[in-house]
């Protein structure tokens, strides 16, 4: 599976979740979006998606905002506590999503996921709540988020 993943604000490419999602075999992309500069990081990731045309897209925080501001038609999104209040202008997502998200987040309320569900008219089975923080970069998250991107690839063929 070749997966687009988005990183969020302050976080650099090669970090534990595109890591973890290339041990399990699969090609990773995974370009360094400038923190300062949202219109140029979905510039990067737009131009990233239409050479590469990955199978799944995944963002997490800042990156699951700019991963929502892509016109990826119908390639499945994975977004991980995803940043959309902040950054961006799209509130709400297509069908073919799964939102990770922790309740004990204390950088983006678990509401905001929520509310972005509501605003999608999805439903709520979409959104998974797993993990202890933020970073969702323990054992089970990681292997949720491997999980997702399976079962919505496997979904769409």
């Known amino acids: 599976m070749k997966i687009l993943f ?3 604000w302050t976080s ?8 973890y999602l290339r041990q399990y ?3 990773v992309l995974n370009p360094a979006l400038p923190d300062d500069d949202f219109a140029a990081s979905i510039r990067i990731a737009t131009t990233e998606y239409e050479v590469s045309c990955p199978d799944v897209i995944v963002g997490s925080s800042r990156g699951g905002a700019v991963a929502m501001n892509v016109a990826s038609g119908e390639t499945p999104l994975v977004l991980l506590c995803p940043a959309w209040k902040r950054w961006g202008q799209a509130t709400t997502v297509k069908p073919s999503v799964r939102i990770l998200h922790s309740r004990s987040d204390d950088v983006i309320p678990f509401a905001d996921s929520q509310e972005l569900i509501t605003n999608s008219k999805l439903a709520s089975s979409t959104l998974v709540e797993i993990g202890t923080d933020h970073r969702l970069a323990e054992p089970e998250p990681l ?15």
């Open 25 to 27: 075999g699969h090609m």
């Open 6 to 8: 988005l990183h969020g």
């Open 143 to 157: 292997a949720a988020m491997l999980q997702a991107c399976e079962q919505l690839l496997s979904q769409r063929s």
């Open 12 to 19: 650099v490419p090669g970090g534990r979740k595109p890591t």
